[in-house]
């Protein structure tokens, strides 16, 4: 019975390594095709990026691309991945620069924590953005995945603004459903692309003004 029970235990780990070694490097696959992708989505626009062009360049088959799901699927989560190094993630709480934001207790460092790091991802993923935008007013699939990737982001951002709530920061004379709605507008990147792309503004001129909206709008003064 011993050596048997052995065996077989040395067969399960080897299963177990063999099943998570599988899992890495589908893992690692799954990165390089949404990097891959991000750069082409972002230089080419929605369009005129294909699965094939993004499996040259991520160095896999096309099979494997459209394994990852359709061409919609992917810009958004080359969004996700270009703004917070991760794609798929519900949660940015559950991210260090979420625990980092959650972590200042000073309400105005708080909020210069916040503006820096939208502009930041702004300015990473603008030319996505302008991707998106562009490809879901003519592809009905993605402007399906745009609404609820939109819906998302307003969940993180209702999830930031519930804290600080339970710390008094808040307008206390206007809905929280309105203050989140306010913060969204303000902070999206359709915003951004119009101050800074359209009208021509800095993006510190731009960091400004965010600043000073969420502070007239959205905090207690």
């Keep these: ?3 048997q029970s052995i065996s077989e235990k040395a067969t399960r780990r080897s299963r177990a390594y063999r099943s998570e070694l599988r899992q890495q490097q589908a893992e690692q696959t799954r990165s390089r095709v949404i990097a ?3 750069e082409l989505f972002a230089e080419n626009g929605y369009a005129r990026t294909t699965l094939a062009r993004i499996a040259e360049a991520a160095g896999v088959s096309p099979e494997t691309v459209q394994g990852q799901g359709p061409k919609a699927a992917l ?3 080359a969004a996700e991945y270009a703004a917070l190094g991760v794609a798929g993630e519900e949660n940015l709480l559950n991210l260090e620069v979420g625990r980092r934001l959650i972590a200042i207790q000073d309400c105005d460092k ?3 924590y916040l503006v820096a790091f939208v502009a930041e991802v702004h300015e990473r993923t603008a030319k996505l953005g302008l991707a998106l935008i562009g490809g879901a007013s003519v592809d009905a699939e993605l402007d399906r995945y745009l609404n609820d ?3 998302g982001i307003n969940q993180q951002v209702r999830r930031v603004l519930r804290v600080w709530r339970g710390r008094g920061w808040l307008r206390e004379n206007v809905s929280f459903d309105e203050l989140v709605e306010t913060s969204a507008v303000i902070c999206s990147v359709d915003t951004f692309l119009r ?3 359209r009208d021509g503004w800095t993006v510190s001129r731009y960091k400004a ?3 000073r909206m969420l502070a007239e ?3 207690r003064s």
Excluded: G, Q
């Design 110 to 112: 708080a909020l210069d």
């Design 75 to 77: 810009l958004i989560s």
């Design 195 to 197: 101050i800074t792309h």
């Design 217 to 219: 709008t959205v905090l």
């Design 209 to 211: 003004w965010v600043r």
């Design 149 to 151: 990737f939109i819906a």
């Design 36 to 38: 891959a992708a991000a």
């Design 1 to 3: 019975m011993a050596p």
